[in-house]
Each structure stands twice: as structure tokens, then as C-alpha cells.
């Protein structure tokens, strides 16, 4: 059973940084790879997608996340069948405060944020930037 896990959210001032994990488990590494990606959900809004990485190196991002986030992936491999991925969030304001959730697709390196393409899920780390 797949498995996500975040962590490395917290409290933090703006303009300061934060960098989150997710490490994938429980899935069977395949030469077709995986693709992950960060969400987040702020209070009163609709969830929003902020960046994709691929086993493969290739990354993608929401128009808005570019200037500020940095995605990154270690691939899993034949001898460790564990995927993490990471964001890098630098000079964070307020209106970042959120729930910041990784998800998952297995046996595919197509980059996509569309919330519905994602099978699995983490339950997600709090971000809370005080002004």
C-alpha cells in the first residue's frame, strides 16, 4: 500500500524559509517511474497545485509558485524502493499560510498538477507565515 508522509512544516516570520519532505513507500519501483507533486489548501480556498517532479528530473510549476518554491525529487532505484520529494520555499509571506499536501502517480513521467490525475495522497503539513 502506498504510503505518503510530509514533514518539515511549521511556524515561521515572513520573508523566512521553510523546506518540506514527502517520502513515498510502499510501491514497487518500475522503469515507467513516478510522478509527485506538491498541493496546498489554504484556509477558506480550493486547494491549488504549486509544483511536479518526475523520476526523471523534469519538473514543472503553477505560473504564480515559480519566483519563490523549488521542487525536487530523489528517485527511487531497484535497491530502495522510497521516493522523496522535496519543496524549497524562500522569502514565505502570510498569504502562504496553508495545508501543504504531497501526492502521487505511479508507472508515468507525465507532469500534470490536475488535482484528479493523483491517486495517492499525504495527509498534509501545516505552514503557518506570521506577518
Known amino acids: 500500500q502506498v504510503q505518503l508522509a510530509e514533514s518539515g512544516g511549521g511556524s515561521v516570520q515572513a520573508g523566512g524559509s521553510l523546506r518540506l519532505s514527502c517520502e513515498a513507500s510502499?510501491?514497487?519501483?518500475?522503469?515507467?517511474?513516478?510522478?509527485m507533486a506538491w498541493f496546498r489548501q489554504a484556509p477558506g480556498k480550493e486547494r491549488e497545485g504549486i509544483a511536479v517532479s518526475n523520476s526523471y528530473g523534469g519538473t514543472d510549476y503553477a505560473a504564480s509558485m515559480k519566483d519563490r518554491f523549488i521542487v525536487s525529487m530523489d528517485s527511487a532505484s531497484m535497491d530502495n524502493a522510497k521516493s522523496t520529494l522535496y519543496l524549497q520555499m524562500d522569502r514565505l509571506k502570510p498569504e502562504d499560510t496553508a495545508i501543504y499536501s504531497c501526492a502521487a502517480i505511479l508507472y508515468t513521467s507525465r507532469l500534470t498538477l490536475q488535482q484528479i490525475d493523483f491517486v495517492y495522497w499525504g495527509q498534509g503539513t501545516q505552514v503557518t507565515v506570521s506577518s
Open positions: 510502499g510501491f514497487t519501483y518500475s522503469k515507467y517511474g513516478m510522478v
